[in-house]
């Protein structure tokens, strides 16, 4: 049964809604799937044991009701049961992220793209070899791109990261990849492609050109489409650069909200297609803002519909300037956490990005000549930004945002030091507001990226605060070089340490917080960093903070479900949990450690829906393939 909406998802949803054909998931209805290794994660408590392991589990009206061995449960099958032979494969809790934003990946997932966004559309075109080969053709491709579009209609070029994301924008983190690796390349940088280029190249034609992740370069005419939608300069810094080199904020408005406004239906088809994708990963509930109106509207409209493929709990980032400042708005937003649907809930809120300042110093080590120059700098840059600083304007936002009740949850945040101002207020505003070390727990902070922190000195305030940490597995891969090589050993422990998390009985969580759909990259791969702290240059950094791959599923489903508050629900397979699970190729429990980032998922289902289905196993239990991954001719089409 899903639950009434809220008032507030009524008005914060001030668009009219439109008719979209999006596809139905199909239902399992009453059924039992016996005969494989159904891993509960029944087990809560900070140690590797997973719990139950069972042959068997039944499931009805989206539900589980029981779990036992073959026998147990085949004996509950009545005539109308359907009856599914797992033929000895794994089943494990379907995987919660707790920081994730699709539809911004979504813009740079080739296979979406090309089903949304046809020709008469928007004129999209993709290049997705090197950056090299990309630079060489794109005069080709831009010249041929505003051939084909009509006067006045929106170009959309995309550079991607390659397949291992080894092309990934050397600008996008202050320890990321870029700042090692001689492949990481930023198309962006204003260098190779100019804004007055684009004005001569397409002078009739509102143009954007992206690589990978948030940055874009617009054309005039595309600036003039996004002042008529945000005439407003302070929308996230949407238009503060008009030639959107210099920051990564100006896509994930512009694509949505200004170049999507006059194709809502697409942007549905769009949206929806990229829920599906991710579930194809395993992914079926994460955790984000909901960032732009656009985002707001379309998740709502298909959960009113029932057509919500997974489950997300949002959050706000909207003006936090404005409301935040509003006393009523506060004490309002107190009431808003919680509500919603079973597909689609409020969450809480967050204030600005947290800022790259850090207690640590650079050591002179031989691995420093291998940071780049420019990457250096803005490391170094970096460093003495701290966003909560005492006295500043976000410090005393976030402290009537916390005197008032509410949730701190879904930020971007780096440095260890903006740790200390963040906690300080936390702990300040709270006990000014006369709360006791329980009821501060029971608020669930959370601290999303871990990028550097916590420090080990930092542990036993978040564990009496009851602060949560949303490790980015992202960062493992891609910063833990730049992190060794700039700042030495000891730093390099502090990038997403769940071992240090996990001792301290800290809840954790995962995200990727990246566009993985041009690539080989998997959120199965992703774990499989937690358990080998492996980088992209194949070397391991910080071995001291792996986890077993046990503690590393209960983080990838518990501790989420913990994070989104919706525990009692989701994150484990219990009777009277949603049936929310995943069917693997593999034996987690028992490949070696290096094949976790192979596991393939086979089927996953949310809330007794399949969302997704290969084709092999659709066979054997007489059902289509199902989900994007497979119909728009992913690697799972073929499995």
Not at 231 to 260: H, I, K, N
Request: hydrophobic share 40%.
């Amino acid at each position: 049964m899903r639950k009434k909406h809220s008032t507030f998802l009524t008005i914060i949803c001030w668009f009219g809604l439109l008719g979209v054909g999006t596809s139905q998931a199909q239902q399992l209805g009453e059924a039992i799937l016996y005969n494989g290794k159904i891993i509960t994660v029944d087990d809560p408590s900070f140690t590797s044991r997973l719990g139950t392991i069972a042959q068997a589990m039944h499931i009805k009206d989206g539900k589980i009701v029981h779990l036992g061995s073959n026998a147990q449960i085949r004996a509950m099958a009545g005539p109308t049961v359907k009856l599914i032979d797992l033929k000895g494969r794994t089943v494990v809790p379907g995987l919660i992220l707790s920081h994730e934003h699709p539809w911004d990946w979504n813009p740079v997932e080739p296979p979406l793209l090309r089903k949304a966004l046809t020709d008469d559309v928007v004129v999209t075109r993709i290049l997705e070899n090197s950056p090299e080969e990309n630079l060489k053709a794109f005069p080709g491709v831009l010249a041929e791109a505003v051939k084909k579009a009509k006067p006045g209609q929106w170009i959309y070029i995309l550079f991607t990261d390659g397949k291992s994301y080894e092309y990934a924008n050397a600008s996008n983190g202050g320890l990321g990849r870029g700042n090692l690796d001689p492949k990481a390349f930023d198309v962006l940088d204003g260098k190779h492609i100019t804004k007055a280029q684009l004005d001569v190249a397409a002078p009739n034609n509102p143009l954007i050109i992206r690589q990978g992740l948030l940055g874009i370069v617009p054309n005039q005419k595309a600036v003039d489409e996004a002042r008529k939608v945000f005439p407003m300069s302070d929308v996230g810094g949407a238009l503060s650069d008009e030639t959107g080199v210099g920051g990564y904020s100006p896509a994930r408005w512009w694509f949505q909200d200004v170049m999507m406004k006059d194709h809502y239906p697409q942007l549905v088809e769009l949206m929806s297609l990229g829920l599906e994708w991710w579930g194809g990963y395993g992914m079926t509930t994460f955790s984000s803002n909901a960032y732009d109106p656009a985002n707001v509207r379309v998740y709502t409209e298909l959960d009113r519909k029932g057509k919500m493929p997974i489950r997300e709990m949002w959050t706000w980032n909207w003006r936090t300037k404005y409301f935040y400042s509003d006393r009523y708005y506060l004490e309002a937003m107190n009431n808003f956490e919680g509500l919603g649907s079973d597909y689609l809930w409020f969450g809480g809120g967050r204030i600005i990005e947290g800022g790259g300042c850090t207690m640590a110093e650079p050591v002179q080590s031989p691995s420093l000549s291998k940071v780049n120059p420019e990457g250096l700098k803005r490391i170094e840059a970096s460093n003495t930004r701290c966003a909560y600083d005492p006295g500043s304007d976000y410090a005393k936002l976030l402290y009537d945002y916390i005197k008032a009740g509410n949730r701190f949850v879904n930020h971007h945040l780096v440095g260890d030091r903006d740790i200390d101002n963040i906690l300080g207020i936390i702990q300040k505003a709270s006990r000014d507001a006369g709360m006791t070390d329980e009821e501060i727990r029971a608020k669930r902070h959370s601290l999303d990226h871990a990028v550097l922190f916590p420090r080990p000195d930092q542990v036993e305030l978040f564990k009496r605060l009851g602060i949560l940490v949303s490790g980015d597995l992202f960062e493992i891969y891609s910063s833990s070089p730049t992190a060794l090589a700039v700042y030495g050993e000891k730093v390099a422990s502090w990038v997403v340490p769940y071992k240090r998390l996990s001792q301290a009985n800290i809840s954790s969580s995962i995200e990727m917080d990246r566009p993985i759909g041009s690539t080989n990259v998997t959120i199965f791969k992703g774990i499989s960093w937690m358990v080998t702290r492996k980088a992209w240059d194949g070397k391991i950094y910080a071995a001291d903070q792996k986890v077993d791959r046990e503690t590393a599923l209960k983080i990838a489903t518990i501790r989420g479900a913990y994070y989104v508050k919706r525990e009692n629900v989701l994150g484990s397979l219990e009777p009277g949990k949603w049936a929310d699970f995943l069917v693997l190729d593999k034996d987690y429990l028992t490949i070696p450690e290096e094949d976790i980032g192979e596991i393939r998922v086979l089927m996953t289902v949310v809330g007794g829906k399949i969302v997704h289905l290969v084709p092999s196993v659709a066979r054997e239990i007489s059902m289509q393939p199902a989900g994007a991954q497979v119909t728009l001719g992913g690697a799972a089409a073929q499995w």
